[in-house]
């Protein structure tokens, strides 16, 4: 047992504040989360229903790339989920195709524990894509979740939930510039803001949505990006990065992927990470100590 003062003492929000700092900034128990086939040697077909079925999460060192540990839902529901964002150890989990309706639990496997968000009052009509992502703002000591619904004629929702005070809240303001037909790809989740790759018409950018202000911005994306489907979003060195994987490298034997980071809301071009030719599949993204990431 322990004293009370020092119950009183680990129990303070400063001092779990402080230990969470000291984790973040050391990049102690850090982990990877990754969705995986039970046999890592064995090649996913992702046509293959069978092959979907088997697939598991799982968390891994981001140090050895060793498996630690299995995350089998919290509600021991057999139907496959997706991880939305991760956190100080709080994951966020809904359904693989998410709806409006689809229930989302913030979950900390450590301990075995979750709570699921109550069920939005604010929506009364149906939605053809729903984006989530979740994670921390500094800003305002919260934890956020952001919903992006749009229907099929362009109509846009956002809602932020915040774990503080376990509730949702309509964004009413959407700027002009969202309120057209436009496609959504990849996002990333970033010091309380939410990032989308989107494109409208030829014109790509990178769309932003900070969940404590609730102010919007877009940013264009550089000239040299035309297609999605060689192209992340993440954080390099604690700045939004881009990362494309299509233009050759000049150097023989050798294959490159472009990096852009978000500098006082411009892009700038960094040097490219040089790999091996026919070294990997794809790009995932950025780790923690701001290496890439491979498959």
Not at 7 to 35: E, K, P
Not at 140 to 155: E, F, I, S
């Amino acid at each position: 047992c322990t004293c009370k003062s020092w119950s009183d003492l680990i129990g303070s929000s400063s001092f779990v504040s402080t230990h969470l700092h000291r984790n973040v900034t050391i990049h102690a128990h850090v982990y990877l989360l990754c969705l995986h086939h039970p046999n890592f040697e064995r090649q996913n077909d992702n046509d293959d229903p069978y092959d979907i079925e088997e697939l598991q999460w799982s968390l891994f060192s981001n140090e050895t790339f060793e498996q630690f540990s299995n995350l089998s839902h919290p509600l021991e529901n057999t139907e496959h989920y997706r991880i939305y964002g991760s956190s100080n150890g709080l994951v966020c989990i809904s359904d693989e195709i998410m709806n409006f309706d689809s229930p989302i639990h913030i979950w900390n496997p450590s301990v075995r524990k979750f709570r699921t968000p109550p069920t939005s009052t604010n929506i009364n009509m149906k939605f053809s894509h729903v984006a989530l992502q979740f994670g921390f703002h500094p800003g305002v000591n919260d934890y956020k979740a952001v919903r992006m619904m749009r229907t099929n004629k362009g109509a846009l929702a956002v809602e932020v939930y915040s774990l503080r005070t376990d509730s949702w809240k309509m964004i009413e303001a959407i700027p002009p510039w969202l309120k057209c037909t436009w496609q959504h790809y990849k996002g990333t989740f970033f010091n309380g803001v939410a990032y989308h790759v989107i494109q409208k018409g030829p014109i790509f950018s990178v769309m932003s949505f900070d969940s404590g202000s609730e102010e919007f911005e877009e940013f264009i994306a550089p000239d040299a990006i035309f297609r999605p489907s060689e192209l992340c979003i993440g954080v390099y060195k604690e700045r939004i990065c881009l990362l494309l994987d299509f233009y050759p490298c000049d150097e023989e034997g050798m294959e490159k992927v472009d990096l852009w980071v978000l500098r006082e809301k411009q892009w700038k071009q960094l040097c490219p990470f040089i790999y091996p030719l026919d070294y990997y599949n794809r790009t995932i993204g950025i780790s923690i100590d701001n290496k890439i990431l491979m498959l």
